[in-house]
C-alpha cells in the first residue's frame, strides 16, 4: 500500500481482503480462484436487514434456452412498479449471485426498493457479448411486467449497465429509469493506468484489469472499440438516463466514471458523481469494517432511494 494514502481502515480492510490470497498460485485454476474471490465475498458478509426477503427464481422462462438464474429481494415498503437490476462485479470472470448476495439486501433494505441480481453467465467459458445478452434478456422480462427499471453495478457490472443502454438506444427499446453505477470500467484501453500513479493500486492492478478484459472478449481486441463492450468507446449518449458514479480514488478505473459523467453532462443528462476520495476498488464489501465506506455505501443507497422514488439523482 506505498503510496496510496489511505486511513488505517481502509488499511485494514485491504490487509483482510488480500488475506485470502496469500496462497494463490500462478498456475490456480479458475475453478480455485473463484472459489477464492467467494470465500474473500463470504467473509465480509452481513446478516440479512429485518424485515428482507430473499427469493431465488427464473427470469425469460417463457424461453427454456435461455432461463436466467435471479434472486429478487424486497422488504415490505419497497416502492411499487420500480426495480433495481443489479450486475455483480468481478471482471466478467468472477463472482454470481452468493458473491454480492449481503450487498444487494442492504441496497433493497436502505433504499425501500426491490432489487434482481443477475446470475449473467461468465468469461471465458462464455465471451462476449454473452453476458450482455443475458442482461438484455433480463431487462426485456423486467420491462414486459410492467416495471420501470433502475441499473445497478459495480465495476463489471456496472460497465454492463452502460452497454445496456448503448445496446437499447440501437435496437431502439425503452430505456431505463436510472443508471447507479459503482467503480464502472468503461473506458476501451484496460491497460491506460499502466505507468500511473493507480497501476499497482490496492485490490485492483492494472495487469489484472487487462488480464479480465482479454478473458471477456476471448483474445478479439477488435471489439474493444465496440461501445456495447466498452462503453466510453462511444461517447455519444443522447437518451440515455439520468446516473450517479461512485468511483475510488486508489482504482486503475477511477478516470472512467469522471469521463462518462463529462459526456452525460455535455448531453444534457443529469448526473452526479461522487469523489470516491480515500477509497478502493471492491470497497462496498467493506461497509461494516470503515466509517469512510460506510459512508459512501450511505451515499449509494440514498442515490438509488431517490431515483427509485422520484427519478431524480
Not at 57 to 78: K, M, S
Not at 179 to 201: C, F, S, T, W
Not at 292 to 300: K, L
Request: charged fraction near 20%.
Amino acid at each position: 500500500m506505498s503510496g496510496f494514502d489511505v486511513d488505517q481502515e481502509m488499511q485494514a480492510f485491504i490487509k483482510r481482503s488480500e488475506s485470502f490470497s496469500k496462497d494463490a498460485r500462478p498456475d490456480d485454476s479458475l475453478e480455485t480462484i473463484r472459489a477464492r474471490y467467494d470465500r474473500t465475498a463470504e467473509a465480509f458478509a452481513r446478516p440479512y436487514p429485518p424485515g428482507l426477503q430473499a427469493k431465488d427464481g427464473v427470469l425469460h422462462a417463457q424461453n427454456p434456452a435461455r432461463e436466467l438464474r435471479v434472486r429478487c429481494y424486497a422488504t415490505p415498503d419497497a416502492i411499487p412498479g420500480r426495480v433495481a437490476l443489479f450486475f455483480h462485479g468481478g471482471g466478467f470472470v468472477l463472482g454470481g449471485l452468493d458473491s454480492h448476495d449481503s450487498v444487494c439486501a442492504d441496497l433493497a433494505a436502505g433504499a425501500e426498493v426491490a432489487v434482481v441480481a443477475l446470475d449473467y453467465r461468465l468469461s471465458p467459458e462464455h465471451v462476449y457479448p454473452a453476458a450482455l445478452d443475458d442482461a438484455e434478456a433480463a431487462y426485456d422480462d423486467l420491462i414486459d411486467s410492467g416495471q420501470a427499471v433502475i441499473l445497478v453495478g459495480d465495476s463489471a457490472g456496472a460497465t454492463l449497465a452502460v452497454a445496456l443502454c448503448h445496446r437499447l438506444r440501437r435496437l431502439g427499446k425503452p430505456m431505463p429509469w436510472a443508471q447507479v453505477l459503482i467503480y464502472p470500467m468503461l473506458h476501451p484501453d484496460p491497460g491506460r493506468a499502466k505507468g500511473g500513479p493507480n497501476e499497482n493500486a490496492p485490490m485492483l492492478t492494472a495487469a489484472a484489469l487487462s488480464s479480465f478484459r482479454g478473458f471477456y472478449t476471448g483474445g478479439d481486441v477488435s471489439v474493444t472499440r465496440d461501445p456495447e463492450l466498452a462503453p466510453l468507446a462511444s461517447l455519444d449518449v443522447a437518451g440515455f438516463p439520468p446516473a450517479a458514479l461512485f468511483p475510488a480514488q486508489h482504482d486503475p478505473l477511477c478516470d472512467d466514471a469522471a469521463e462518462y459523467a463529462a459526456a452525460l453532462r455535455e448531453a444534457g443528462i443529469h448526473v452526479t458523481l461522487h469523489s470516491g476520495e480515500g477509497l478502493v476498488h471492491a470497497y462496498l464489501r467493506g461497509r461494516a469494517n470503515s466509517e469512510r465506506i460506510a459512508t459512501a455505501f450511505s451515499e449509494i443507497v440514498s442515490s438509488l432511494q431517490r431515483l427509485a422514488h422520484s427519478g431524480r439523482v
